[in-house]
């Protein structure tokens, strides 16, 4: 509620009235006047309250009045009535309606109670009432009033005392308060009188405002107070304190600098009384020594008083934090005080309260900056921020030091002696950490155990010395209070420095910026540095130079001594932000030291002693790295430091094990932070860094895992790393630090990456030179860590490429496989990041880069360790698989790195880079530039060439397959790319005057192309493997088969003479020169089948392989290859090659080279319309109908399969022949020529019996043979009788060859099954082709009729007679023994009854014809077949003399008529013999029927008995007089001597009719017969023969009965023979048969003689009779039924006609 509002004021009037009442009455006895006066102030008061509006106003006016009543209240020194008066007086007060006469009144009024030492506290009271409410009170009275409350400061009441002096120092404060009010009010007007200069503080005053002159006043006279002086305007003061003045004058200079900065009066005072003053008072604490015993003199000032020196030195704090730029050189003065405060001879409390007084000042940077400014710049004058600095090193350090009598005083600058050495106190006497107990945060060093207690940084603790203010002797304070806050200055020192300066850095920076839009010409106008600029970089670096000795020196010292986390984590923080300063300030050495400090402190001590004691800050380069384990145990250390990890040092010897502590931990954390968070400033201090994370990272067992980053390395074998939980916790995190500190260097500038880059390269070094000739475990830290910097600088990375990859690179040729391998691996995971990061500009267009990058890739071809190429292939497999398709230049670089095979790589080597060709060929060849397909073709052949793994070079022929195709596709565009750079390589070597180079020129590009792939296949085709042989050879023809299309004419000759010639001339060596010997198996335990288990067999495969493929082109390409001249003689090569192929020693090659020599001569398909050469295109192609032959050279039809087909198709008639027919016809000759050397070489039977001698196989001579009838198309307009006969040699050769009996089951059918060979087969068709040719062709051409006949008869006799080879052994195919190596004969029956069939057919075609006369072919034959015929069953096939009885059945049915046309010209005359001796021997042969031949089969064998005679009957006889009369003789006797047939012995009983051959005889006796009575005899000859052949044939039986009749009756009751029987039986039927012929005949034919003959016979039938056996009773009844017809009267003879 405001004093002036309505109801305050209402609520003031009624206690005033109320107050003046309780006054009256109070005093209504002792005091009458008193109470009257009050009743008289009731009226006023109400009076006023009634008569006016501003009550408040009037209220002031009258307060004279007003106050009189309480005034004499107050005079009574009634203490009940004082207080209420005091009360009352109070309230008028606090609402302000006071006058300035009445205050007066109440002042003195005040003085009097105060005299009378009456209500002292309500005097305060009423006092500081009076002054705050209102500035009524000025001048004297003001000064009454402060005099009254110092007054009663010193009564004996501790409360007044107190009270008082709470009282002084507000009313002091607000006798400034007031100043400051009345300033402000003036500030803006120019009422402030003029500043008069001079000494005189009368003049001065005089100038001033009453607040001020008040202020000014009171100030003097507590320096005059303090000085022990009189006081000029505090009149009546009795005494006064020292320590009081003092705490006065502090608490006015700290809250109103102000007043003393602008009021030069002020300042004058501060400079001519306050400085003068301190400057007196400390003499004493200068002057005093601990220990020397100085006597006690009555003067304060002689000795140290605690109370004085204390509150003189907060003035101090005071004076230079607010008036050091007015006091600049009082405060050199205090400050070198303050600094010798801290000697060790002063005393611990002086010390301390020093320290404090440091403190205030070191956290204010901007202070110290002045500091230095103002005296460490400048020429002889004190260095007092370096002193200060000093000498805080130099106190901590003597804290340590147990205190002696002497002055160790440390100077800073040259050296810290004592500090930063080994940690002597690591097993000292510490607090330890006890179960249960948090050990308290302390110092410990060398014995000396100093606890550290919490110093706010800001305000100290009231603990605090300066604090102290009620002590009049030094406070006993805790154990490390001053090194506590001495340690709290060095921290804040640190931190304030560090902030300003790197403040103004940064505003600095951001002012440069904007300029950075700015031309570089405008820029460069500019002085680069302002002169300010300069001088604050001077200032700063001064005030650094001047402190970090100090600085370093005490923060090392307590860093190896703290044994408190948070405390070490300050130091280290402080050192790190100092090195960081240094760092940005350019100050190497400081900053190096700096570094040096934490590094040392991150190892163990001896560590640090050895590793960062040597050259500045270099690391030893000797030390050795050894394996790693890792093994949790629970920390129990004694020592005041907690081991957290032991782990082994990285040196060159073993040294045991080191430890680190939770220290040292903590001092790794803050290096990588600096390292993280200062990169950018460390420069060659980098390697101090670095070089000691690696000796951490190693003692802590981290190692690198993918991309750089290090992670706790696995248990191995050994305890050597022992890591507590606590660490084992902290490894990931230190672990992704260090990632990230890498990773920070994205953000470095290029200089600061450098160095970074350079000290890894050199640490790598160090690691290479301590691995190089141990092999224990290497420091990989450096490596890891190269890869990390190069993966996040990306974007840069041709800055830093070479450095880079060109250690690596070094690395990866290091003996040690870890080594090498992380090397690798970084160079590799570079390259693949480089490629695969998204580049400005991309790499597409910026090729330079991307050749950079791949380069390395490159180099590491040139180290032979297999892990390392091992690497770089799978490099080169992700680089395909993931930028495969934006390689462009890149090409030739990467596939010369997959061809960088060799055969001591092995074979995962191998594979890996194969799996990278795969790729390119399946997926890149459209991507890359067509100059590099060449260097494809040359990767994929050397693949191919490598001999340690079958597969892939057999793959890679696959490959090569697939590249052809990839060709044949995109033939056009690749065509038109390698023209184009074909024409700027023409006009590079035309500029350069060099020829161009470049395999198979001059060649177009395109074509060399496929010249390089066929020249490479080629090379595979004589690899020393047959299965790569095979499948180059295979490929190799099929290309040139499929794309050879694509070629220039002119480039064939090139493939011919460059490519397939040559090969086929090695492919023929080689075989001709392969090993022989046995190969056991094919590797591993792979069996090798018996045709592929020596060299030669191998090798003969890739003859037979090259020859054939060779053949196909010549036959495919036939118009092509014949337009480009020299074709006749590559024809001759290539015949040469069948040739010597054919007559090799080797079965598949000699089959294989005809199968190729009947390629080149049956040329199979008509050409298509597309692959006609440009010559024949006026040429009519007829349409392809049926078999016929297209035009041009002749071709037949490939060969079919069944035998009709093929007789059928060489009865095609030729079309005519084109113009090129001479040219041709002499290729043709010189192929039959080659064609004949084959046959007669290969068919020459051996001249001895070796073994060895080799004969040709079946397969092999029916190709030869089959080649003739397709060869002879060619050649028959000039085929002579000379030809035919070596034709015949060669065919009668083939025929004759045996087979070898472990071939013969798979050649030949069964022994009984009749079917020919392939062999003869083909030789049959030769002969047909030649005999239907010699049909068609011209006259002279049918002389060799007769030749052809005596070659069918010589394969007949085979029949019977098996051709011999030489003089070579052979057995019967039934008696051969198929295991045993032997030859044997073919069934040759089947072939020969052929030939008989051919033989047949020729004959009627050709029996007229007169060379077939003239030459006696009938004859021939008839002797040919009398050989089966007179064997009849002893021929070695049954078939065979059937045959040949058909045969000669049909030939006689068609010769006898011929030979009976030229009976006259006598040419038949030799035949007549030869036919009847053949009869004569089939139709009795000397051989015996087999006894195994059924009825049924003998009947069959007399029916063709029988047909032999029919012919005679039918076909000779009837002719007798155009046949010679011997020939005519023989045949009669031999009827005879069939008539009457002698039984053979061997038939049983139940046979013997049968085997009687009785129809035969009968046939014979018809036959006989027939031509005895035949009634047109023409000749006498005739009749003679049939009388004669009639009389032997009666005498015979007479002969015969008689025989019997007597043998029988002879043997009595024994049977005769049976043989005999049957020859009885036989006669009997004889003599039935001509009964019956005699009546059939008429009687005028049958002569007188003959009848009583018969007649005659009669007789001796009758004599029969007797007989026993019941056959001959039959047949005799049938002999005598005949006669019955004799058995007639005699007929009368007739006379002249009568009976």
Not at 148 to 165: E, G, M, S, W
Not at 430 to 453: H, K, S
Not at 572 to 583: D, F, H, Q, V, Y
Not at 623 to 637: L, R, T
């Amino acid at each position: 509620m405001a004093i002036s509002s309505p109801e305050a004021v209402k609520k003031l009037l009624e206690n005033m009235q109320s107050d003046l009442r309780s006054l009256s009455l109070e005093c209504r006895k002792k005091f009458p006047p008193v109470k009257e006066a009050a009743e008289s102030g009731i009226v006023k008061v109400k009076t006023i309250a009634a008569r006016n509006t501003d009550i408040l106003a009037a209220l002031k006016e009258s307060s004279s009045e007003v106050v009189q009543p309480l005034l004499m209240g107050c005079g009574t020194k009634e203490p009940k009535i004082a207080q209420l008066c005091l009360s009352a007086i109070q309230r008028l007060m606090s609402h302000e309606v006071v006058s300035e006469a009445a205050a007066g009144n109440i002042i003195n009024m005040l003085w009097q109670l105060m005299e009378n030492g009456l209500e002292e506290l309500k005097l305060l009271q009423t006092v500081l009432v009076l002054l705050t409410t209102n500035t009524v009170v000025h001048d004297d009275f003001l000064s009454k009033a402060i005099v009254l409350c110092f007054r009663l400061h010193f009564t004996k009441d501790t409360i007044t005392n107190n009270t008082a002096a709470a009282t002084v120092r507000q009313v002091v404060t607000v006798v400034f308060e007031r100043l400051d009010a009345e300033d402000e009010k003036y500030k803006d007007g120019d009422a402030h009188p003029p500043v008069v200069q001079g000494n005189s503080n009368r003049r001065t005053v005089s100038a001033l405002r009453p607040c001020a002159k008040d202020a000014y006043m009171l100030f003097q006279d507590l320096c005059q107070l303090v000085n022990a002086d009189a006081p000029y305007w505090l009149v009546g003061m009795t005494e006064m304190t020292r320590t009081f003045g003092l705490e006065l004058l502090e608490s006015v200079l700290n809250d109103f600098p102000r007043v003393f900065l602008q009021h030069q009066e002020f300042s004058f005072l501060l400079k001519e009384r306050v400085c003068p003053l301190v400057i007196k008072l400390f003499s004493p604490n200068i002057k005093f020594r601990q220990g020397t015993n100085t006597p006690s003199s009555p003067t304060p000032v002689e000795k140290p008083y605690f109370p004085i020196c204390m509150r003189l030195l907060r003035v101090v704090s005071v004076l230079i934090k607010h008036f050091y730029g007015l006091l600049v050189t009082e405060c050199e003065i205090f400050l070198s005080l303050l600094v010798k405060f801290l000697d060790g001879d002063k005393p611990q409390w002086l010390q301390a309260v020093a320290v404090e007084c440091i403190h205030r000042l070191c956290i204010q940077p901007q202070l110290l900056r002045s500091f230095c400014q103002s005296y460490d710049m400048k020429p002889h004058s004190t260095k007092v921020f370096r002193d200060i600095v000093n000498a805080l090193g130099s106190f901590i350090q003597s804290l340590f030091i147990i205190p002696t009598g002497s002055n160790p005083i440390v100077n800073a600058q040259s050296g810290t002696s004592g500090i930063g050495g080994p940690a002597a106190a690591q097993n000292g006497t510490g607090m330890g950490a006890t179960v249960g107990f948090t050990p308290q945060p302390a110092f410990e060093y060398r014995g000396t155990w100093i606890p550290i207690l919490n110093i706010p940084v800001q305000s100290p603790s009231k603990a605090g010395y300066l604090e102290s203010l009620d002590k009049v002797e030094p406070p006993t304070i805790p154990d490390g209070y001053a090194m506590s806050v001495a340690f709290s200055c060095l921290l804040d020192l640190v931190r304030g420095i560090t902030a300003m300066i790197e403040a103004e850095l940064e505003r600095k920076a951001a002012a440069a910026k904007p300029e950075k839009g700015v031309p570089s010409s405008k820029q460069q106008e500019k002085p680069s540095v302002t002169e300010e600029e300069n001088v604050s970089r001077a200032v700063w670096e001064e005030m650094v130079g001047a402190c970090w000795c100090g600085l370093l020196a005490a923060l090392s010292l307590m860093l190896d001594a703290s044994t408190d986390e948070t405390a070490s984590e300050n130091i280290l923080k402080a050192e790190m932000t100092m090195a960081s300063l240094c760092g940005k300030l350019s100050l190497v050495t400081p900053r190096d030291a700096f570094i040096t400090a934490i590094c040392k402190a991150s190892l163990p001590p001896h560590y640090a002693l050895t590793v960062l004691n040597s050259s500045s800050g270099g690391f030893h380069k000797t030390y050795s790295i050894q394996g790693q384990s890792v093994q949790m145990i629970s920390p129990s250390s004694e020592s005041h430091q907690q081991v957290v990890a032991v782990g082994q040092p990285l040196t060159s010897q073993p040294q045991g094990t080191v430890m680190l502590t939770a220290k040292n931990i903590q001092c790794m954390r803050t290096l990588l932070n600096l390292a993280h968070c200062h990169g950018s400033v460390l420069g060659t201090s980098w390697q101090l860094v670095l070089a000691t994370l690696q000796h951490l990272v190693w003692i802590l067992g981290l190692k690198p895992a993918s991309g750089g980053a290090l992670k706790p390395g696995r248990a191995v074998e050994g305890p050597s790393t022992v890591l507590t939980t606590a660490v084992m916790t902290d490894l990931p995190v230190i672990s992704n630090v260090l990632s990230r500190l890498f990773e920070s260097s994205q953000y470095l500038d290029d200089v600061s990456l450098h160095h970074l880059i350079n000290a890894l390269c050199s640490l790598s070094a160090e690691a290479m030179d301590m691995a190089f000739w141990n092999n224990k475990e290497p420091s990989l830290f450096a490596v890891a860590k190269l890869l990390e910097t190069g993966l996040v600088n990306m974007h840069r990375i041709e800055i830093l490429w070479r450095p880079l990859t060109g250690h690596l690179l070094e690395v990866c040729q290091h003996p040690n496989s870890r080594m090498r391998e992380w090397g690798a691996e970084a160079v590799t995971a570079l390259i693949k990041a480089g490629l695969s990061f998204k580049h400005n500009p991309p790499l597409s267009e910026n090729q330079r880069l991307q050749l950079l990058l791949l380069n390395p890739l490159k180099e590491l071809s040139n180290i032979a360790h297999s892990d390392i190429r091992q690497k770089q292939l799978e490099c080169v497999l992700q680089i395909l698989q993931n930028e495969g398709d934006s390689l462009g230049p890149g090409w030739p670089l990467v596939l010369g790195v997959i061809g960088a095979i060799r055969n001591d790589q092995g074979e995962s080597l191998i594979r890996t880079a194969f799996q990278c060709l795969q790729l390119v060929v399946t997926d890149f060849l459209p991507t890359m530039p067509s100059t590099c397909l060449q260097i494809v073709v040359d990767v994929a052949g050397s693949f191919g060439l490598q001999n340690q793994e079958l597969n892939i070079s057999l793959t890679s022929i696959g490959l090569l397959w697939n590249i052809s195709d990839y060709f044949f596709q995109r033939g056009e565009t690749i065509e038109k790319e390698l023209g184009k750079e074909e024409a700027l390589l023409q006009k590079q070597a035309e500029e350069k005057g060099v020829p161009l180079h470049r395999p198979f020129h001059p060649a177009p590009p395109f074509d060399c192309l496929w010249l390089c792939l066929y020249s490479k296949l080629g090379e595979l085709c004589v690899d020393t493997r047959p299965a790569v042989r095979k499948s180059g050879g295979q490929t190799l023809f099929s290309t040139v088969g499929a794309h050879g299309t694509l070629l220039q004419h002119a480039t064939w000759h090139t493939v011919l003479w460059k490519v397939l010639f040559p090969l086929l001339d090695r492919v023929r060596e080689s075989s001709t020169t392969a090993d022989k010997e046995k190969i056991e198996s094919g590797g591993g335990n792979i069996l090798i089948h018996h045709s592929r288990d020596t060299a030669e067999k191998q090798w003969a495969e890739t003859w037979v392989l090259t020859l054939a493929g060779l053949a196909r082109i010549f036959n495919t390409r036939r118009y092509l290859l014949q337009s480009l001249g020299e074709f006749s003689k590559a024809w001759d090569v290539l015949l040469d090659h069948i040739q010597s192929a054919a007559l090799s020693k080797n079965s598949e090659v000699s089959l294989a080279a005809l199968k190729s020599c009947q390629e080149i001569l049956q040329i199979v398909t008509p050409v298509k319309e597309c692959e006609k050469p440009e010559g024949l295109s006026g040429v009519n192609m007829l349409p392809f109908v049926g078999p016929l032959i297209p035009p041009g050279p002749p071709r037949v039809l490939s060969r079919s399969d069944s035998m009709g087909e093929r007789l059928g198709r060489y009865t095609v008639g030729e079309l005519n022949v084109a113009g090129d027919e001479i040219e041709d016809s002499a290729l043709w000759w010189a192929a039959w020529n080659t064609w004949y050397k084959i046959g007669s070489e290969s068919t020459k039977p051996p001249a001895t019996c070796d073994k060895l001698f080799f004969i040709p196989s079946q397969p092999f001579l029916t190709a030869l043979v089959q080649i003739f009838p397709a060869l002879y198309q060619h050649i028959k307009s000039g085929f002579s009788m000379e030809d035919l006969k070596r034709l015949g040699v060669i065919l009668h050769g083939a025929v004759s060859v045996p087979i070898s009996s472990d071939a013969s089951p798979f050649i030949l059918p069964s022994y009984t099954e009749a079917v020919l060979t392939s062999l003869q087969e083909a030789v049959l068709i030769a002969l047909d082709v030649l005999q239907k040719e010699i049909c068609t062709g011209p006259e002279a051409m049918q002389v060799m009729y007769p030749a052809i006949f005596d070659q069918l008869l010589s394969f007949v006799e085979f029949s019977c007679k098996a051709p011999t080879y030489g003089k070579l052994e052979t057995k019967n195919i039934a008696n051969a023994k198929f295991n045993q190596a032997e030859w044997v004969a073919l069934n040759y029956v089947p072939f020969a009854e052929k030939s008989l069939e051919v033989v047949v057919d020729l004959y009627q075609k050709t029996a007229c014809h007169k060379a077939v006369v003239n030459e006696k072919a009938l004859q021939k034959i008839i002797k040919t077949l009398r050989i089966p015929l007179s064997l009849k069953y002893a021929c070695p096939s049954e078939t065979t003399w059937k045959m040949a009885v058909s045969a000669l059945l049909k030939v006689l049915s068609i010769g006898l008529p011929v030979a009976r046309q030229h009976a006259s010209s006598r040419k038949f005359d030799t035949m007549w013999p030869e036919l009847s001796n053949t009869f004569e021997d089939f139709l009795f042969t000397k051989s015996s029927p087999p006894d195994n031949l059924s009825i049924q089969e003998f009947e069959k064998n007399e029916n063709i008995d029988v047909e032999a005679v029919q012919l005679i009957s039918t076909d000779i006889l009837p002719y007798a007089n155009f046949i010679p009369k011997e020939f005519v003789g023989q045949i009669m006797t031999m009827l005879n001597k069939g008539s009457i047939h002698s039984q053979s012995t061997s038939f049983t009983e139940a046979e013997i009719d049968i085997r009687m051959r009785e129809e035969f005889s009968k046939v014979c006796f018809e036959t006989l017969l027939q031509f005895s009575f035949s009634n047109k005899v023409t000749t006498p000859q005739e009749g003679y023969i049939s009388r004669m052949a009639l009389a032997v044939l009666l005498k015979r039986s007479q002969d015969v009965l008689h025989r019997y009749i007597e043998d029988e009756r002879l043997s009595g009751r024994c049977p005769l023979p049976r043989q005999r029987v049957t020859e009885i039986v036989f006669v009997l039927k004889a003599i039935s048969t001509l009964m019956d012929s005699l009546k059939k005949t008429k009687p005028e034919n049958v002569d007188t003689n003959t009848w009583s003959q018969v007649i005659a016979l009669y007789p001796t039938l009758v004599e029969c009779i007797t007989c026993t056996s019941s056959e001959v009773c039959s047949a005799l009844k049938e002999a005598l039924v005949p006669f019955k017809d004799f058995l007639q009267p005699p007929v009368a003879k007739v006379q002249n006609g009568d009976s």
